[in-house]
């Protein structure tokens, strides 16, 4: 059989629930993707607290919630202590995003489920990945290799491929296929007849319009509301989708030459564009070209004001504005308090670009029609005061007693073990390994007596400070020396090297740096209101994903054997199920929570070992980076048990002969015309001089790839003119 695959959905099937999935690879386990909703709702997470001292390795496909939001909990909760991958963006993004996230909460509540150490620790040690860079897996791993590609959905956001004996596993979810303005699309479709497809079903659905009808009346939304003298607010993630927002307001505003303010208020606000202006490399190809040959980041924001603090807002110049504000949710954060402030007014516009988790305001908002009315906790963080201060101070005083106690003690026996251990050692008064007298237990008690008690003698003897003499060992070649004394220890060069909130760069913000630090004494006080929803309230697709339609080609091109649905509604996961059994592939799986499905090829795979008899006759052809050769064979068992190729016995039958390459139309016909040969392209063929004809026959898009069925057909009179443009056509393949 071949490689042993089977899938095991731990969140986020037949809803949009955060995404979480076992795969097991020959008793591998790969854990893909660890997400958390916007509640943060630890039974979400129970399956997933059954498997993860199992898991073997992580990987993270998005910096959001939805994809890493458990992370975190799960490595100080479950035991989860597998290495984790994931791109640079990935890693630096979903850093900030989950600091955002505990900062939004804390201000609001006593989230106590994780704490910011608990984030640094679960991202400390994160193996991060360039896309299309082969990871080889060690251990138990042996012989797997994992790589992230372009998903097109984040910044950093990855398909990943992960390859066991030249089988192929590829997890797609959230990807996009359309290039945007800090994007490049998805590269999924280079893939042809993977082993298993593991997609989702999330946007099966749904329908988009162009991108630059969408694009105009986003925008005309937005002036719409300002001229009117109104606001809009945005919810927006903390560092995802929000970029592609950002851009699209500064290029307008740039080339309009508005006026109107634009702020981007999160916690980590300025430390968020710090990073993506150093990420363009993973941008979209104009982003790269456009800083290669003016040297302009696209992410030096001109009209864009960056803003860590509701109070800065407030202090802002009267008149109408926009404001990007996290959550996306509206369940806490900026864009909540915001909400509350301008839903009663008229003029003011609420724009979401993106679907509201289940069970979110901003998913009841979204609702058709939405509610005219809103109940709303307000919280906030105040600092104690008067006697509740005073009660903290004392209660936190004795806490810091305790501890100093116990510090006392403990210090107290590891001082007497060490002076009784040292008195031993070194004891002048010792001859032949006898003492003269208990010089042990009076120097025990010397040394704790002078230094603590005073200069009270145990006995007659004087008072004096203990003086031991450490005489140092020696050897041939000098003093003997512990290398360990001399070695930096990782865990001191981390604390020298991080700045405040484990930012190990340093970029982070210093007023993010000062809120997370602030150890003032305080208390969350809450109350409840009514909000009136006066304001309009607009829904616009900038999610950033394939539509439905580009989906069932996508999934049409690609061929997997198998194909694994997850992620989506029950309808959209059925829907597209059906779709793909008709047209796709005929083993379509849509598993429920921790039932297990093996997708396991049918297809039998063997290693042989190529014997150094048979490769000393091989005659090899260059064929770009690579080498080719036809090979004929005998395979034998080997005493060890492998499979052996050993040269024939016999003379070799002749075979066929085989033309290797894959040619373009468009570059032969640039070739022929360097040859002097006339040709253009008519009704889809290539017409060579005036009586041959080129053509490709086969569908590249259907099953099997074009390399399985597309054919070269040449046709024409045998003539002259034929058989030259026939030999520069064979010139163009290797021939075995």
Not at 40 to 48: E, N, R, V
Not at 420 to 430: C, E, F, I
Request: glycine share 6%; aromatic share 8%; hydrophobic share 40%.
């Amino acid at each position: 059989m071949g490689t042993s695959v089977q899938v095991t959905p731990l969140c986020g099937v037949y809803n949009e629930n955060p995404l979480s999935y076992l795969v097991s690879i020959d008793s591998f386990n790969i854990l893909i993707d660890c997400g958390w909703n916007d509640h943060f709702d630890p039974s979400l997470l129970q399956p997933l607290s059954r498997v993860a001292s199992t898991i073997d390795a992580v990987l993270l496909s998005h910096s959001d919630t939805l994809h890493l939001g458990a992370l975190p909990y799960a490595m100080k909760q479950f035991g989860l202590s597998a290495p984790v991958y994931a791109t640079e963006p990935v890693f630096r993004l979903g850093l900030l995003t989950m600091y955002d996230h505990y900062l939004s909460r804390k201000q609001v509540s006593e989230f106590d489920l994780f704490t910011l150490d608990d984030i640094d620790s679960a991202f400390q040690n994160m193996t991060r990945l360039t896309y299309s860079q082969n990871c080889h897996l060690s251990g138990k791993g042996e012989g797997i290799v994992i790589a992230p590609h372009v998903a097109g959905h984040l910044l950093g956001g990855t398909v990943w491929k992960i390859t066991k004996d030249g089988e192929d596993v590829i997890y797609a979810v959230d990807f996009n296929h359309r290039k945007e303005r800090h994007l490049n699309g998805t590269v999924l479709e280079s893939f042809v007849r993977p082993a298993v497809l593991i997609t989702d079903a999330y946007n099966a659905l749904s329908n988009q319009p162009s991108r630059r009808q969408r694009d105009q009346e986003f925008l005309e939304a937005i002036l719409n509301t300002l001229r009117a003298n109104g606001n809009v607010l945005l919810p927006v993630d903390t560092a995802g989708r929000v970029l592609e927002l950002l851009l699209i307001l500064e290029q307008y505003w740039e080339q309009h030459h508005l006026t109107f303010p634009i702020f981007f208020l999160t916690y980590v606000s300025s430390s968020t564009i710090d990073y993506v202006k150093s990420f363009l490399e993973w941008m979209s190809d104009s982003i790269a070209k456009s800083f290669e040959h003016t040297r302009d980041n696209a992410f030096l924001l001109k009209h864009v004001t960056l803003l860590i603090n509701k109070s800065e807002l407030e202090n802002a110049p009267e008149g109408p504005k926009i404001v990007l504000a996290s959550m996306a949710s509206l369940e806490v954060g900026f864009s909540h308090d915001i909400f509350v402030d301008w839903a009663a007014d008229v003029r003011n516009l609420v724009l979401f670009t993106e679907r509201g988790q289940f069970g979110t305001r901003a998913r009841m908002l979204q609702s058709d029609p939405p509610p005219k009315a809103v109940k709303v906790t307000l919280s906030k963080r105040v600092p104690l005061v008067g006697e509740e201060l005073a009660a903290y101070e004392e209660e936190q005083e004795k806490i810091k007693k305790e501890e100093a106690l116990k510090a006392t003690l403990v210090k107290e026996e590891e001082s007497k073990a060490v002076v009784g251990a040292d008195v031993s050692k070194t004891d002048p008064m010792l001859i032949d390994g006898h003492a003269k007298v208990d010089a042990g237990g009076v120097r025990g008690e010397a040394y704790r007596d002078v230094l603590i008690d005073g200069f009270v003698p145990p006995s007659s003897v004087a008072p004096m400070f203990p003086f031991y003499d450490n005489t140092s060992e020696w050897d041939d070649f000098g003093e003997v020396i512990n290398p360990d004394d001399y070695v930096i220890k990782d865990e001191d060069m981390d604390m020298g090297s991080m700045p405040v909130g484990g930012d190990l760069d340093g970029k982070l913000d210093e007023n993010t740096a000062s809120l997370m630090l602030d150890t003032t004494p305080s208390k969350v006080v809450s109350s409840e209101l009514t909000v009136q929803v006066k304001c309009s309230l607009v829904y616009m697709d900038f999610e950033g994903r394939s539509d439905g339609r580009s989906i069932k080609s996508i999934l049409s091109h690609v061929a997997p054997l198998k194909l694994v649905l997850v992620h989506g509604s029950a309808e959209a996961t059925e829907h597209l199920k059906q779709h793909c059994l008709k047209h796709v592939c005929p083993h379509v799986y849509a598993p429920q929570i921790e039932e297990t499905i093996d997708v396991t090829s049918d297809l039998c795979a063997y290693k042989v070992q190529l014997s150094e008899k048979l490769m000393s006759n091989v005659l090899f052809k260059k064929l770009g980076d690579y080498e080719i050769a036809w090979i004929d064979s005998e395979i034998e068992k080997t005493e060890s048990g492998t499979l052996s190729s050993l040269p024939l016995s016999t003379t070799a039958p002749p075979h066929k002969s085989v033309l290797v390459g894959d040619l373009k139309m468009a570059d032969f016909k640039q070739f022929l015309s360097g040859k002097g040969i006339q040709v253009e392209f008519s009704g889809g063929a290539l017409r060579c001089g005036e009586y041959v004809t080129l053509r490709k026959v086969g569908d590249a898009s259907q099953k099997g790839g074009a390399a399985a069925i597309q054919q070269i057909v040449i046709e024409g009179p045998l003539c002259e003119e034929y058989y030259k443009i026939r030999e520069y056509l064979y010139s163009q393949f290797y021939s075995l």
